[in-house]
């Protein structure tokens, strides 16, 4: 998602780590287990952090990482269903998703 008029670029990697990369310079990212923070400095400095504690200067940006969060939950699981419900499978998707372990395909 494209902020960057007003606050950073805002990102899901395939870890399912959700990251926003400010216009400052720092980085914060929701790590998978969705509790905890790295917050990168721009001088590369690293601090991880909690959900429920960390600095009273990173709330706003915690606040709008906890958007890009929820964004990302509601809307990249609609277009991933979508997707997966639109397209004709050929015998190599379904073995290759066979391989993946996606369940509907085991």
């Known amino acids: ?8 670029f805002g990102y899901q990697l395939s870890d399912d780590s959700i990251g926003v ?3 400052d310079g720092t980085k914060l990212i929701l ?3 969705l509790y905890g923070l790295l917050y990168l400095e721009r001088g590369g400095k690293e601090t991880y952090y909690t959900i ?3 600095p009273s ?8 990482l906890d958007y890009i ?3 990302m939950k509601e809307n990249l699981l609609k277009v991933w269903f979508y997707t997966y419900t ?5 015998k190599f998707h379904i073995a290759f998703l066979q391989l993946l372990k996606i ?3 085991i």
Request: charged residues 30%; neutral net charge; without cysteine.
């Open 1 to 8: 998602m494209d902020y960057s008029d007003k606050y950073g």
């Open 103 to 105: 369940p509907s395909f």
């Open 57 to 64: 200067d990173l709330q706003k940006k915690v606040k709008f």
């Open 31 to 33: 790590l998978p287990d």
């Open 86 to 90: 639109t397209f004709k499978f050929s």
């Open 21 to 23: 990369s400010f216009n």
């Open 69 to 71: 969060q929820q964004y």
């Open 52 to 54: 429920d504690f960390f």
